[in-house]
């Protein structure tokens, strides 16, 4: 292990987690402008060109804001819950690939932070883990809203998350790998939303419930529960609530892409190996606005038929999708 | 000194540290915290001994699974502190006796293997291979992965049976 090569992972990282914030700044913009046409408005137009300057200035807003803390709230675990919260969103691209190798000052790089054999493995570690700073959160504002809203939160993602990992199981058995590089190269002839329609619309269900998106924003009701788990937090540690739901937007967008829509992969990849990020970006852009898209049309879901939407219908149907994918995988010998 | 021991060492201090504190911590809630930071110092042990696999679904089933459940209940029943009476008296001579002996075993243990030939410490191809350990647990270890699966079914029809019991007695 050499210094250039030390240097090179260190830069990949730094890239990684500045796209994924200034992401989030945008995709809360991005949300805002097609929301706001599709209620027939105009949405942010003041702040810069189209509002563009608007998520600058709505941090600057957030900076300034008084920090509260609820005189009866466990300090150490209220302050530690939004970073908490943040860490998985972050980190959780890490195995995602954003391009094939490329050429760049003398050195073959891939277009990627960390290629293990265990990728998809690795998003469910993090998935599974990301629960923790929601529960936290609203246990520790000592609040009665805000600690449904962690119990909700807490049911719902531990449902959802065994469907989604059932999803994620059936583009691992085609590709024959957990490497999200292996299954992006893979689909380099047929995306596998052709062979997985079924697995792909559980992975989108299942991850919307997971970061508690509408229609599955149960934790964060405003009608019945004021705000859910972030009900007591204010200035930048609410803004760290609302930048780990939007990266987790993007990371979703982004493992759903590379699962089941090819990932980087697209016509003239071999020749311009730098079309790569471009042609995922695209992806991750029209899956947001699916995510956006559903949020304008459903209502919420009660808390009831969620779970037992979760339990009795989506696993079910996973383990189902997941069975006749083994066993056409074998026959076929894939 | 090289370079993996010393990661080794922070990391054994951390988890040390950490399965202590959950003993001593007065709050149910920070101890299950501090029982989370156990298991992923260990779980990264177990990946600087080549083992990701293992690693991973350490974290993945205890603290991803296990431990949220934990602190569900806990936050769930308002449980967060404990009840200044002992409930079970009888257990804490029954800890004490159990305790020594397992101190004495190991004692036991470490003076009759001293000089004899250590274990490996590090994992073997099939650890780092999540195919080669899926092979492994479907042939040579079968058996005890199905009694585990059963055991697993066991516990959840308990579970199931356990909720179901109460509707009688609301009927009352």
């Known amino acids: ?34 929301l706001a046409r599709m209620q027939a408005r105009i949405g942010p137009n003041r702040a810069g060109w189209a509002g563009l300057l608007q998520p600058i200035a709505d941090a600057v807003k957030l ?74 959160a609203g246990w520790s504002s000592n609040n009665k809203y805000a600690t449904l809203g962690g119990l909700r939160a807490t049911a719902q993602m531990i449902s959802y998350e065994l469907a989604l990992g059932m999803a994620m199981l059936g583009p691992i058995l085609l590709a024959g790998s957990m490497s999200l590089t ?56 609410f803004a760290l609530f609302f930048m780990a739901e939007y990266i987790k937007m993007i990371a979703i967008s982004m493992i759903g892409a590379s699962l089941f829509l090819g990932g980087f992969q697209g016509p003239f990849l071999s020749t311009f190996p730098w079309l790569g990020p471009i042609y995922l970006f695209i992806k991750v852009v029209v899956l947001l606005f699916g995510l956006i898209w559903i949020r304008a049309t459903f209502p919420r879901i009660r808390y009831d038929r969620l779970m037992s939407f979760g339990w009795k219908i989506l696993f079910p149907l996973s383990v189902v999708n997941l069975m006749v994918t083994a066993v056409v995988v074998r026959l076929v010998g894939g | 000194m090289s370079a993996g021991l010393i990661v080794f060492l922070i990391l054994a201090v951390i988890a040390i540290a950490a399965a202590a504190a959950m003993l001593l911590s007065s709050n149910t809630v920070y101890s ?40 569900f209940v806990i936050m769930m029943l308002g449980a967060e502190k404990f009840s200044e009476k002992e409930p079970l008296t009888w257990q804490r001579p029954v800890a004490i006796l159990l305790g020594l002996g397992l101190i004495g075993e190991g004692v036991y243990a470490l003076l009759t293997r001293v000089g004899t030939q250590m274990l490996s410490n590090t994992a073997t191809e099939a650890m780092a291979d999540p195919k080669a350990l899926g092979v492994l647990l479907y042939t040579k270890y079968s058996l005890p992965f199905e009694i585990t699966s059963i055991l697993l079914l066991v516990a959840a029809v308990g579970a199931v049976v356990l909720t179901r019991g109460g509707k009688k007695e609301e009927k009352q």
């Open chain 2, 32 to 71: 299950a915290l501090f029982l989370i930071m156990n298991f992923i110092a260990i779980a990264v042990i177990y990946l600087t001994l080549g083992a990701p696999f293992v690693a991973l679904a350490q974290i993945t089933v205890y603290a991803g699974a296990i431990m949220v459940l934990f602190l």
């Open chain 1, 182 to 237: 292996d299954i992006v190269n893979a689909q380099q002839h047929l995306w596998y939303i052709v062979l997985q329609p079924v697995g792909a619309l559980i992975y989108m269900v299942a991850t919307i419930a997971e970061i508690n998106r509408a229609p599955f924003d149960m934790p964060e009701a405003e009608q019945e529960l004021t705000a859910g788990y972030h009900v007591e937090y204010s200035g930048m540690k």
């Open chain 1, 63 to 136: 900076i300034f804001k008084e920090e509260l803390v609820p005189d009866k709230a466990d300090k150490v675990i209220f302050i530690l819950a939004p970073v908490i919260t943040v860490i998985p969103a972050l980190i959780i691209t890490a195995v995602v690939p954003w391009g094939p190798t490329v050429h760049l000052f003398g050195r073959d790089i891939a277009l990627s932070v960390a290629n293990i054999n265990l990728g998809a493995l690795y998003i469910l570690t993090v998935t599974s883990i990301s629960v923790y700073g929601i529960t936290l």
């Open chain 1, 1 to 34: 292990m050499n210094a250039a090569l030390i240097w090179e992972w260190i830069i990949k990282s730094v890239i990684v987690l500045l796209v994924m914030t200034a992401g989030f700044a945008y995709v809360t913009w991005y949300e805002r402008k097609v």
